[in-house]
């Protein structure tokens, strides 16, 4: 006479709490086999149930976590609106080097002596153009300095 143990299905049942065939049931209730692998199944369902911490250690947590959410630093929109145009500005430094001419080195002798020896040929043309400078004052007086009245 063989022995049939509950199967893998059946022990399922059990562990959901759904009636078995009343014959199973007996099985269930004078194997000792059966017993133990469901006593087993449930012990592992209890332990994985025990390492979730309790219900005054979740309500704590939670509290701490919604009190650190109510309390994080506000970000106004401008901020973040700031740091992306800043993001994409610096993004594009890189593209816009290389698209630029290379900055030459100014030579800022060279410059000032080209302004020193402009202003000493005709002071007023540098500071107005050409035109102006000949209505003012007109070329080709007799005196070579030109009178505006
Ligand atoms: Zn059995």
């Known amino acids: 006479m063989s022995v049939r143990h509950l199967a ?54 939670r509290e701490a976590a919604l009190a650190a959410w109510q309390s994080r630093p506000v970000v106004h929109w401008w901020r973040w609106a700031a740091a992306a145009v800043a993001v994409a500005v610096l993004g594009l430094v890189p593209l816009l080097h290389n698209r630029t001419v290379p900055l030459q080195i100014i030579d800022t002798e060279a410059v000032m002596a080209e302004v020193d020896a402009a202003l000493a040929r005709d002071p007023l043309a540098a500071f107005a153009s050409e035109d102006v400078v000949d209505e003012i004052v007109p070329v080709g007086e007799s005196t070579g300095e030109g009178s505006a009245s």
Do not use: Y
């Open 8 to 61: 893998d299905d059946e022990l399922d049942l059990v562990l959901g709490g759904e009636p078995l065939a009343a014959e199973r049931e007996a099985h269930l209730r004078d194997c000792i086999v059966c017993r133990r692998r469901r006593d087993a199944f449930l012990g592992v369902v209890a332990e994985a149930r025990a390492e979730d911490p309790d219900e005054a250690t979740r309500a704590r947590v």
